[in-house]
């Protein structure tokens, strides 16, 4: 069994969804420490004029060192109109925005407390437009009290993995030696990014790519299973 884990990201990347389509069981990481000026937060859109953040604001002053599960949004700022309203306004010409429409009104029209629950019910959504029908859990349901590479041999252990399937980033870090004690393969994943039609895009040089997902989504429809490689 292939088994991968992440912390939950805001509208994440190609790249993040091909891991858990690629695993037999993805494991949130709500547990580790909450990283600001990342993607747990944030991520990258297409506009007229190149890509742009959409950020979701979170309540980090005076928080010390928060796990990614306590972790507020700061509702305070009119975050959810703002994204909506860009939304609209980059994508809403795009060949299937309005295949998309119900599902952005009802999230943005939710008052959301805690980043984690935001973020997963929309990569809950992505994962269902792909029909990708990974096994999800939580690293807070295993209970582990590992750190570093031995959370991830804890974690595979509980779920009786074969293999850790892990981004490339992991080979600056993991101790693959660990892994070979405790007889896990250890893959890196290899992933290629696709080119497909974007809004605004003039030819192929045009194209830019580590944007949301949602990108792909709102371009090509129900032909994103194939623009991933997936059959």
């Not at 600001?36 to 890509?51: A, K, L, S, V």
């Not at 690293?139 to 041999?153: A, D, M, N, P």
């Not at 030696?177 to 040089?205: C, G, N, W």
């Not at 949602?214 to 991933?228: A, C, F, I, T, Y």
Request: overall charge negative; glycine content about 4%.
């Amino acid at each position: 069994m292939i088994v991968s884990v992440h912390q939950p990201q805001y509208i994440p990347w190609l790249g993040y969804i091909d891991k858990i389509a690629r695993s037999d069981h993805f494991v949130f990481l709500d547990c580790v420490q909450y990283k600001e000026r990342e993607f747990q937060n944030r991520n990258r859109i297409r506009t007229d004029r190149g890509w742009m953040w959409l950020t979701v604001p979170v309540i980090s002053t005076g928080k010390g060192r928060q796990l990614f599960s306590e972790v507020l949004i700061d509702n305070s700022f009119r975050w959810k109109q703002k994204h909506w309203d860009t939304w609209q306004t980059f994508y809403g010409k795009a060949p299937f925005f309005e295949v998309h429409r119900q599902f952005f009104e009802d999230t943005y029209s939710q008052k959301w407390e805690k980043l984690m629950d935001l973020n997963i019910h929309v990569i809950r959504h992505i994962l269902n437009c792909l029909s990708i029908s990974t096994a999800i859990s939580f690293e807070s349901e295993l209970k582990t009290s590992s750190t570093k590479t031995e959370r991830i041999i804890e974690i595979c252990k509980k779920l009786k993995a074969s293999t850790y399937l892990s981004g490339s980033g992991g080979k600056d870090y993991l101790d693959e030696s660990r892994f070979e004690d405790e007889a896990i393969d250890l893959e890196y994943q290899h992933f290629t990014h696709p080119v497909y039609q974007q809004q605004f895009m003039k030819d192929e040089e045009d194209f830019l790519p580590y944007l949301s997902v949602l990108d792909l989504l709102l371009n090509e429809g129900p032909d994103s299973r194939q623009v991933m490689g997936y059959k």
